[in-house]
């Protein structure tokens, strides 16, 4: 009893929250956002393409602010982080980075709007790629251009984990941030220290992006360009720094990028075991083989209904009518949100299918969004043992997933993040549709910014010229909120809005 009491007492002392350390960490993101800025000005700079002082401004002042944060708060500040202090942290810095990273665009005046610019902002860092710019999307400075793709890029991985990664600062208690910012129904360790785990992890993204640089350039495409798309590839992002999209490069970019998003749709962590000579661990992967199986069987089957339904009648050729088949399955399922055609002008049965294509995502702990294969696998499952629970009663039917038994604690967190997702993309669409959109754009707005990917159907569907732009501001403002929703992949989200998570009881 003593010593009940005294942890009762220490918890009180320390407070709910350890608020001087998240302020610490919060300092520290808002300096590498404003470290990350000042990449751009290189670009700036040698292009000429005069958006370098509203960079050099933004950027100076997150690193000024950041690290006056960071110096006032470091004295004292107890170094444990708790569950509460990471949902906390990981929030407050996503809305952060966002509000500070649409410095640039609206001092520079290539996005007058603050609305416009932290929803492009936002939508950057979580990897949605839904844009406001329009048809003015080459007519965006080359600095910002670098800057746009940059913040898909740090999103893509995560800033949280960048964090945990180079400062050893946060070695103390790193995995509740890893925990609350890493997608999927639980955090994939390589190694027991999160740290040296988050280091892995960013070694193979970088890989990973200068490869795919690489490859674009040999088939001519500028560097600028190169390093532009393999950041919003790797990221599954889907920023372009050109008005159609990938469809303004040729075949071989696009077959590139194709690689690239099936690649960053794998789970990361198995992704680092393939390339450590046990390839056999991505095979055995129950997810990795129906993710694999979906994306061919899904382009076989678009491709047959586009060739024969639509392209061949027009003169264009089986290759064609499989590459952009392929590239609209890939860009969609790995919620990367690239464009080579549009996929809403190709019938009906193929624009419900893209629609259903929008919830799924791809693997866990990738940088794509959405529901992931793993939490569709398990529900099924779960649902086809429910079936039989029925004649067999008795029977003990555990959900198996890779062979082995999965937690009912896991089950249940899965159905209950999937009821959540239903109901927000219903509440979702009611709200757009308060603001005047049809009800084909309500959904696709709500499907494409809930699900980070990008393009949805109706007045935001790829083929559309203005797409967001025709969004009124309150619109905007929630599709950025239901980005982070799903960016965090809900609770890390919902959890501050329980009364709850603000009291002790």
Avoid at 308 to 325: L, P, V
Wanted: aromatic share 14%; charged share 15%; net charge positive.
């Amino acid at each position: 009893m003593p010593r009940a009491r005294a942890q009762v007492i220490q918890h009180k002392r320390r407070g709910l929250f350890n608020f001087r350390m998240v302020a610490n960490v919060l300092g520290m993101l808002l300096a590498i956002s404003g470290l990350a800025m000042l990449l751009a000005l290189p670009f700036s700079l040698y292009f000429k393409s005069g958006d370098h002082p509203a960079i050099l401004i933004s950027g100076l002042g997150s690193i000024s602010i950041g690290l006056l944060l960071w110096f006032f708060t470091r004295k004292n500040a107890n170094s444990e982080l708790r569950k509460r202090d990471g949902y906390l942290i990981v929030t407050l810095g996503w809305l952060i980075m966002s509000l500070a990273g649409a410095l640039p665009y609206v001092l520079s005046g290539a996005i007058p709007s603050y609305t416009d610019a932290f929803f492009e902002t936002i939508s950057g860092f979580t990897t949605t790629g839904a844009s406001i710019l329009g048809q003015n999307i080459e007519d965006l400075p080359l600095g910002l251009h670098f800057w746009r793709a940059m913040t898909h890029w740090i999103g893509g991985m995560g800033i949280i984990v960048l964090t945990i990664a180079i400062l050893p600062l946060l070695g103390i208690g790193g995995m509740q941030l890893y925990a609350a910012e890493v997608p999927g129904p639980t955090p994939d360790k390589l190694t027991p220290r999160v740290k040296e785990t988050a280091k892995r992890l960013w070694i193979i993204y970088v890989a990973l992006t200068a490869a795919e640089a690489v490859l674009l350039m040999l088939g001519d495409m500028s560097f600028f360009d190169a390093i532009c798309h393999s950041m919003s590839t790797l990221s599954t992002g889907g920023f372009s720094t050109k008005q159609a999209s990938m469809g303004h490069f040729g075949a071989y970019h696009q077959y590139i990028v194709c690689l690239f998003m099936f690649l960053a749709g794998i789970n990361f962590s198995l992704t680092y075991w393939a390339l450590k000579g046990k390839p056999l661990r991505l095979w055995k992967n129950e997810e990795f083989r129906v993710y694999l199986y979906a994306v061919l069987g899904i382009s076989l089957l678009v491709t047959s209904i586009v060739f024969w339904g639509k392209y061949q009648e027009t003169g264009i050729g089986f290759e064609k009518a499989f590459r952009d088949s392929l590239f609209q399955v890939l860009s969609i399922i790995t919620t990367t949100g690239f464009g080579t055609a549009d996929y809403t002008s190709w019938g009906h049965f193929l624009l419900v299918l893209f629609f259903v294509l929008m919830f799924i995502g791809a693997n866990a702990g990738s940088t794509s969004g959405g529901v992931k294969f793993v939490r569709i696998i398990v529900i099924l499952k779960n649902s086809h043992y429910e079936l039989k629970r029925q004649l067999h009663p008795n029977a003990i039917l555990p959900v198996r997933f890779n062979g082995k038994p999965i937690k009912t604690e896991v089950v249940s967190k899965i159905k209950a993040f999937l009821i959540i997702f239903v109901l927000i993309f219903v509440a979702g669409t009611f709200v757009m549709s308060t603001m005047g959109l049809d009800f084909d754009s309500a959904m696709g707005s709500v499907a494409a910014t809930l699900g980070n990917i990008g393009p949805g159907i109706g007045i935001v569907g790829p083929g559309d010229a203005l797409n967001f732009a025709q969004i009124q501001d309150s619109g905007k403002w929630f599709l950025s909120f239901l980005m982070l929703l799903g960016r965090l992949e809900l609770f890390t989200v919902l959890m501050l809005f329980t009364p709850f998570f603000w009291r002790d009881h």
